[in-house]
Nanobody, 125 residues
């Protein structure tokens, strides 16, 4: 499995960015894909994912109402639309993939087997 994240950059507070993560190497429909982020000096934290059935989307409390997770199965790509960005959103954003298993909690970092290289998002005035 290979994951290629892109779309990071520099944006002013209140701005928007859309991150993309392209999945390749296996049958994407068998995998759950999530977004995590890691700010300088902090641990990697959950941002967004869908559950094993694909019917429910989960968000970290800190991004609810501002970030939107979406998935295009035809393109084997997941997206993270980020609006109303704040300086505290500054981090390296990672996409991750895990083989889908019923009832597993895909908000947990340790559920994921594959990680992309990360893309840096900087929010600053």
């Amino acid at each position: 499995v290979q994951l290629q994240a892109s779309g990071g950059g520099f944006v002013q507070p209140g701005g928007s960015l859309t991150l993309s993560c392209a999945f390749s190497g296996r049958t994407a429909s068998s995998y759950v894909m999530g977004w995590f982020r890691q700010a300088p000096g902090k641990e990697r934290e959950f941002v967004a994912s869908r559950n094993w059935s694909g019917l429910t989307t989960y968000y970290a409390d800190s991004v609810k109402g501002r970030f939107t997770y979406s998935r295009d199965n035809a393109k084997n790509t997941v997206y993270l639309q980020m609006n109303s960005l704040k300086p505290e959103d500054t981090a390296v954003y990672y996409c991750a993939a895990a083989l889908s298993r019923p009832y597993a909690d895909y908000t947990l970092r340790n559920k994921y087997n594959y990680w992309g290289q990360g893309t840096l998002v900087t929010v600053s005035s």
